[in-house]
C-alpha cells in the first residue's frame, strides 16, 4: 500500500476508481468517505474540490452534474487525484490554485501554499492604514519573503494607488508571483531576488512579511500536508524560530518611512518574543491581531 493509505479503511478496489459510484454525487460522497476514514480534515469540501477539477466543473455545474453517470474514464482521472490526497498532498498542490483574500492564486513546489490564518496579518495592515488616511493615498508596499505573492497582491487589490515590490531568495517563488499579479491585472507590483530586504533601497509606508517562523527541530513533526509538500526554506526560521524576524527587525528602522508600519505573521506562542525584538530594534509594537482561532497571528509596529 502506499504510504500514509490506511489499509483498513481503504479497499484496493476503491482506490483504483472501482466500486458503486457511477455518478458524479456518488464519487464526490465515496471519496469523502475515503477521505475522512483516513483523518483528513476536510473530507466533504476535498472530495468536492477534486471532483470538480478532475471534471472541469465549477462548484454550480458540479451540483447541477450530481447525478449524472460516470464514464470508467471519469472515475480513474477522479481516483487519479484522489490517491494523491490520500498521501496527504494538499488540495492546492494537486489543483495548483489557492484561494486568498478572494483572489484565485497559483502556487506550486517553490511555494508555500496560502493559509487563512495569513489573512489576519492583510487585516492587520488594513486597519493600520485605515487609521492613517484614506486608502486611495499613494503607499509603497515591501513584502519580504513574498513567496506566491498572497499578502501583496491582497493588499495591491485594497488599494488602487499603492505601489510593491516583493522579494524572496527563490527565483521559482517570484516567478510565481509575478505570474499571479499578470493574471490578477494587479501590475503595480515588481519582484526582486534576494534575502528578505538585502537589494531595497528607499522607505516604504508598510513593509509585510510572512517568514519562516518554525523552529527547524520542530519541523519534522508537522502536519504530513506541511512537512513533506512545503518548501523547507519557507519553514525553517532557525534554532528557535525567530532567526528572520530578527532579520526584519534590524532592517525595519531604514526601511520605515516616518509614518510606516511593519506587520508580520507569527507562529503559536511567539508574539511576545517578537515583539521584544522589535521594541529592541527601536520599534513600538501594536497589540497582537489574532486570527479565528484566537491565536495572536500579527504584529504591527511601528516607529518608537
Not at 497559483?106 to 484614506?134: H, N, S, Y
Not at 527565483?171 to 508571483?177: E, F, N, R
Not at 526584519?248 to 508600519?261: E, K, M, Q, S, T
Request: aromatic share 4%; glycine share 10%.
Amino acid at each position: 500500500m502506499e504510504a500514509g493509505i490506511d489499509s483498513a479503511a481503504i479497499s484496493a478496489g476503491a482506490l483504483t476508481g472501482g466500486g458503486p459510484a457511477l455518478t458524479v454525487g456518488g464519487a464526490r460522497r465515496d471519496w469523502a468517505q475515503k477521505f475522512c476514514a483516513c483523518g483528513i480534515d476536510s473530507p466533504d469540501l476535498d472530495a468536492r474540490i477534486l471532483v470538480g477539477h478532475a471534471l472541469r466543473l465549477d462548484r454550480t455545474a458540479l451540483a447541477r452534474a450530481d447525478s449524472r453517470r460516470l464514464s470508467g474514464e471519469e472515475q480513474n482521472a477522479i481516483a487519479a487525484l484522489a490517491r494523491r490526497r490520500l498521501r496527504r498532498e494538499p488540495v492546492a498542490r494537486i489543483t495548483g490554485m489557492k484561494e486568498f483574500w478572494s483572489l484565485p492564486l497559483r502556487v506550486d513546489a517553490a511555494t508555500l501554499v496560502p493559509r487563512p490564518e495569513t489573512e489576519t496579518v492583510v487585516e492587520a495592515v488594513l486597519a493600520a492604514i485605515d487609521a492613517r488616511g484614506t486608502r486611495s493615498r499613494p503607499l509603497r508596499i515591501a513584502d519580504l519573503g513574498t513567496g506566491s505573492g498572497a499578502i501583496l497582491l491582497a493588499l495591491l487589490s485594497e488599494l488602487p494607488n499603492a505601489l510593491a515590490v516583493g522579494t524572496d531568495a527563490s527565483v521559482s517563488a517570484l516567478c510565481v508571483a509575478s505570474d499571479n499579479a499578470k493574471r490578477l491585472g494587479l501590475v503595480r507590483a515588481r519582484f526582486v531576488a534576494c534575502d528578505m530586504a538585502a537589494a531595497l533601497g528607499g522607505t516604504f509606508d508598510v513593509v509585510v512579511s510572512n517568514p519562516p517562523y518554525v523552529a527547524s527541530g520542530d519541523i519534522a513533526a508537522l502536519m504530513p500536508e506541511v512537512r513533506d509538500f512545503d518548501p523547507w526554506g519557507a519553514l525553517d526560521g532557525g534554532p528557535d524560530g525567530l532567526q528572520f524576524y530578527r532579520t526584519i527587525a534590524a532592517a525595519a528602522p531604514r526601511l520605515l518611512a516616518p509614518d510606516g508600519v511593519v506587520a508580520v505573521e507569527m507562529g503559536i506562542g511567539q508574539a511576545q518574543a517578537v515583539a521584544a525584538l522589535f521594541a529592541a530594534a527601536g520599534l513600538a509594537p501594536w497589540p497582537p491581531r489574532s486570527d479565528l482561532n484566537d491565536v495572536p497571528r500579527a504584529l504591527v509596529a511601528k516607529r518608537a
